[in-house]
């Protein structure tokens, strides 16, 4: 069965603190995978997507990486802001042809002014 | 282009009612994707369309639940009869499939069965 997981749940940081979320999948056949930003009360806005023949990528203070064998994604965030404060998800896209887009279970980011 | 395109936002209904979710998925994606929403379950993949045509229904809690899609361009959700366990939000997502590009989703609907 294609799960993806994240850790933590919850987190917690002061201002100005670098941190990495994690994203974990069964299924290392992943097509790709693509991080997103969803704000209370509201849907869930794209943030980044490694393609399939990428390792990496980056906008901004942010940096995502992919490592199939291993089952694991990350999140970089520099220099965290309140207004990062959001819950952030990823997605893996299984399937060239079926396009599955399975979620993780999320992690909740406070950043503390 | 405008994005993807759910209505209504927000529904609220009666135990024992139709309730029927729309989405207009972004011009030329060929895939479709539904999703729900809850504090309990996170994001539930229900059901997803590749060319209109319906590739994996698992995630359809129950056969009061249908989806279809008529066309490219067009997508619904129909719950019959909801129940008060059915409120959540409701997401609707698309993406163009051949290519190694983004999914994107609507703004969902938050459904209250009461």
């Known amino acids: 069965k294609q799960e993806v997981t994240q850790i933590p749940a919850a987190l917690s940081v002061p201002e100005g603190e670098n941190l990495v979320l994690n994203c974990s999948f069964t299924d290392s056949a992943i097509y790709n995978l693509q991080w997103f930003r969803q704000d209370p009360g509201k849907g869930l806005t794209s943030l980044l997507l490694?393609?399939?023949?990428?390792r990496e990528q980056t906008s901004g203070r942010l940096n995502a990486s992919l490592d199939k064998s291993s089952g694991r994604s990350t999140l970089y965030i520099a220099a965290s802001q309140p207004g990062d404060s959001a819950t952030y998800l990823c997605?893996?896209?299984?399937?060239?042809?079926?396009?599955?887009?399975?979620f993780g279970t999320g992690t909740l980011l406070a950043v503390q002014p | 282009d405008a994005g993807v395109i759910q209505s209504p936002r927000h529904e609220v209904t009666e135990m024992g009612q139709e309730v029927t979710l729309r989405c207009k998925p972004i011009s030329g994606h060929n895939s479709l994707f539904w999703y729900r929403q809850t504090m309990m379950r996170g994001l539930e993949l229900l059901i997803y369309f590749n060319n209109n045509v319906p590739i994996d229904d698992s995630g359809m809690p129950e056969d009061r639940f249908s989806a279809k899609m008529p066309n490219a361009s067009f997508s619904t959700l129909k719950i019959q009869p909801s129940e008060p366990r059915d409120s959540a939000v409701y997401f609707c997502a698309s993406l163009f499939g051949p290519e190694d590009t983004e999914a994107f989703f609507g703004q969902g609907t938050r459904l209250t069965v009461v």
């Open positions: 490694i393609q399939s023949s990428q």
């Open positions: 997605a893996g896209r299984y399937g060239g042809a079926t396009n599955k887009l399975i």
